[in-house]
């Protein structure tokens, strides 16, 4: 069955350390790629995406994302995050009509 | 300007009741979505509209049923409302897939509370 899935469930970090957050997909096919955050309370917003060309994707908020088709992964890194990225994580891919999400990965910064 | 709007932001009521929740999108978008997400933050596809046509139903009880009277808007009726229907439900849309490869535009959730 195609599927989404995230490497961590809750990580715990404190400020100014490096994150990297795992997602990997199923689909054999031409993919996009996404990640979407959800602040505490609120909607899902969009961080980066990935479509084609350059494999390493920037987002919002000094997010990045490495697309590593070999691997079917498309992991997430910031190199210092602050207490303000507290936050659920989610990873998703689109292929044709359909729009999967993984489980998320809680992200807790400590201050 | 709100892209994705939802009404109401929450919802409380008893077993056995029927809500609706409403959705509009002022992005153009041909596609709308449901969503709910679980307690666990788990997110599960409910349903997808394309065009006002019925494109996506996933294993959903048919105590739920999507209206969508023009392309802009996708409403939720929920009949005979159960506890385990309590959740968070989010409405998103999407332009076309190819030009915006099916980016999911999010609403600000529903928490639909089940007593």
């Known amino acids: 069955a195609q599927s989404v899935s995230q490497h961590n469930h809750h990580v715990i970090l404190s400020e100014a350390a490096s994150l990297e957050l795992g997602c990997n997909y199923s689909?054999?096919?031409?993919?996009?790629l996404f990640w979407y955050v959800q602040y505490p309370g609120q909607h899902l917003q969009l961080l980066l995406k990935y479509f084609s060309g350059d494999p390493l994707v920037k987002g919002i908020k000094g997010f990045e994302a490495e697309f590593i088709k070999s691997k079917f992964s498309f992991n997430l890194r910031k190199p210092s995050v602050q207490w303000s990225d507290t936050a659920e994580y989610f990873c998703?891919?689109?292929?044709?009509?359909?729009?999967?999400f993984g489980p998320g990965t809680r992200l807790s910064v400590l201050p | 300007d709100t892209a994705v709007s939802q009404t109401p932001k929450y919802l409380v009521t008893q077993m056995g009741n029927d809500k609706s929740i409403k959705c509009e999108q002022n992005l153009g978008h041909d596609t709308m979505y449901w969503y709910k997400q679980d307690s666990k933050k788990f997110l599960k596809i409910m349903f997808s509209?394309?065009?006002?046509?019925?494109?996506i139903n996933e294993t959903v009880p048919n105590r739920f049923s999507p209206k969508s009277p023009d392309k802009a808007h996708l409403n939720l009726h929920i009949n005979s409302l159960e506890l385990g229907d309590s959740a968070v439900y989010f409405c998103?849309?999407?332009?076309?897939?190819?030009?915006?490869?099916?980016?999911?535009?999010f609403g600000p959730g529903t928490r639909l509370t089940v007593l």
């Open positions: 689909y054999g096919g031409t993919v996009n």
């Open positions: 998103a849309s999407s332009q076309d897939i190819v030009v915006g490869g099916n980016e999911q535009f």
């Open positions: 998703a891919v689109s292929l044709g009509q359909n729009f999967v």
């Open positions: 509209y394309n065009n006002k046509e019925l494109i």
